[in-house]
């Protein structure tokens, strides 16, 4: 009864996919996808969707949080909220003015920098003397900054959507506008890529500072995931912490900010896609007229640091007054590696949903864990990355039982093959994610833009289907037996841990 119902579950979601396959295959694409790389080294694509008069657009700048210099961790991130702040024209009523009052800033913060470094000597009246001096060059910098400028400006346009994100491989910027706006979003767009302005660049990282104290510091669960990657890791920037270090965070700098943006957001780093109401022919004119006047640098170079084979198993136990969680994760290839639609094969069999081996096992029949579920490719896939496997339990069980009941559903990928069932559901899920992810102009944006940076050619996000057409069962037990391995694993968990009852006060006097 079970099979079949998957059955007519499976055949609802290929009819309803079906005509999508259709409007939305390679061929249909090529003809309506044009790619255009200009002089400077911008690669610009534009994907002709005259379904309604609007466009949506993906910046994908190749550099992320991996790239933070040495002793400069959250930098990238902080660059991105920078970008927001606006350019030369935007968000200043007198940049001029406003440029020597930034340098006046930078000189003012090097000078209380110094002093606040200097451990051994430091002189704490001239140290407070120096943040008064740093504290007025700021407040005389604000005096020509008009706040928010920049998203209001688009948003007084139709943007939607407005918004960036940084993760550890790139960093991204996107929204959507009415396709009458489209130089507008060029000029603007162009404009932040080429001339963007460190202003309130001290307020902004305090504002970073309390995320970090929101999304880690505070956060049992944050803390531990920080720990668990820096523990997995000895060399790659992976191990590092996305958000920054909190003593890194608090000494980055604008100047530093500014020899990030030199470096890494030079027209040859970065893929931008616009999907929507707009023609190929009437929109590149357009494009090149702003994009190509982005200064030309060369493309950095690429990551040497490997990380080097794990042999002894790692683990990390924290012991707190709160939900215990358990983690683990083994390290695996990126995602240029032969295998890696095999590792999505795992991904999807082992733990995509209620379906999943996970799920069914440690929340549905055993009824020991509130959650379950394991991910790839974490904390990033550019460069060799995790297979990570979670669970909650469920009040009266511990994580020593969510670690056993993990390691046996890892041994059963190993020890049997999958079913046909489980390898088909995959690959028709597959299949039907791809084309859901190109339904909308936000999605096949992204979609592009990510293709077209990691392959060099958009192309591959269809090609990758015949990748998963070819998995095989025996391609998942191989892979299986060679990363869920005892000295590959990293683990991390939380145990409750109940106040200390301290002793009631002695009320003194003789008894």
Request: net charge negative; aromatic share 10%; hydrophobic share 40%.
């Amino acid at each position: 009864m079970r099979l079949r119902h998957l059955a007519a579950a499976l055949f609802g979601t290929i009819l309803a996919v079906a005509p999508l396959l259709q409007a939305q295959d390679l061929a249909s694409f090529e003809k309506r996808t044009t790619v255009k790389v200009l002089p400077n080294g911008l690669t610009l694509i534009v994907c002709e969707r005259p379904t309604a008069p609007v466009f949506s657009y993906f910046t994908l700048v190749d550099a992320g949080s991996a790239d933070d210099p040495q002793g400069a961790s959250g930098l990238a991130h902080m660059f991105e909220h920078m970008a927001f702040k606006g350019t030369t024209e935007i968000g200043t009523t007198d940049y001029p003015a406003e440029k020597v009052a930034l340098a006046k800033v930078e000189i003012a913060y090097a000078a209380y920098d110094a002093e606040l470094r200097n451990l051994v000597h430091q002189d704490p009246a001239k140290l407070e003397s120096l943040h008064k001096v740093f504290l007025a060059a700021q407040a005389d910098a604000e005096k020509f900054v008009i706040p928010n400028q920049f998203s209001e400006l688009a948003e007084q346009n139709g943007a939607v959507g407005l918004n960036a994100s940084t993760g550890e491989d790139s960093t991204q910027f996107f929204w959507s506008m009415p396709s009458n706006r489209l130089e507008l979003w060029a000029y603007m767009e162009s404009s932040r890529l080429a001339h963007p302005v460190e202003r309130e660049f001290y307020k902004e990282r305090d504002v970073v500072q309390e995320e970090r104290r929101m999304r880690i510091d505070s956060s049992p669960t944050g803390r531990m995931v920080e720990q668990f990657l820096a523990t997995a890791y000895v060399a790659h920037p992976y191990g590092r912490s996305g958000v920054g270090w909190e003593s890194e965070i608090s000494q980055v700098t604008a100047t530093e900010a500014e020899d990030f943006h030199k470096k890494y957001y030079v027209p040859a780093n970065i893929v931008i896609a616009i999907v929507g109401d707009v023609k190929a022919t009437e929109t590149m004119p357009v494009l090149e007229k702003y994009f190509s006047t982005i200064p030309a640098g060369p493309k950095p170079a690429a990551m040497t640091t490997i990380e080097p084979p794990q042999f002894a198993e790692k683990s990390i136990i924290i012991k707190e007054e709160t939900q215990p969680f358990y983690i683990e994760g083994y390290h695996r290839p990126d995602y240029r590696d032969p295998d890696d639609s095999a590792y999505d094969a795992i991904t999807d069999i082992f733990s995509n949903g209620r379906t999943a081996r996970l799920y069914r096992a440690l929340v549905r029949d055993q009824g020991i864990a509130a959650e379950a579920e394991g991910f790839s490719g974490f904390p990033g896939d550019k460069y060799p990355g995790l297979f990570a496997v979670y669970a909650v339990p469920l009040p009266g069980h511990t994580t020593t039982q969510m670690r056993d009941a993990i390691h046996k559903q890892l041994d059963l990928l190993k020890t049997t093959d999958i079913s046909d069932e489980e390898l088909q559901r995959f690959k028709t899920r597959a299949r039907a994610d791809l084309l859901r992810g190109l339904a909308d102009n936000e999605g096949l944006a992204h979609q592009l833009a990510e293709y077209q940076t990691r392959f060099g050619d958009w192309r591959q996000l269809f090609r990758d289907l015949d990748k998963i057409d070819a998995v095989t069962k025996s391609d998942v037990r191989r892979v299986a037996n060679k990363i869920f391995m005892d000295s590959n694993r990293t683990s991390a968990q939380i145990d409750f841990q109940a106040p200390t009852q301290r002793a009631p006060a002695s009320t003194g006097g003789a008894q």
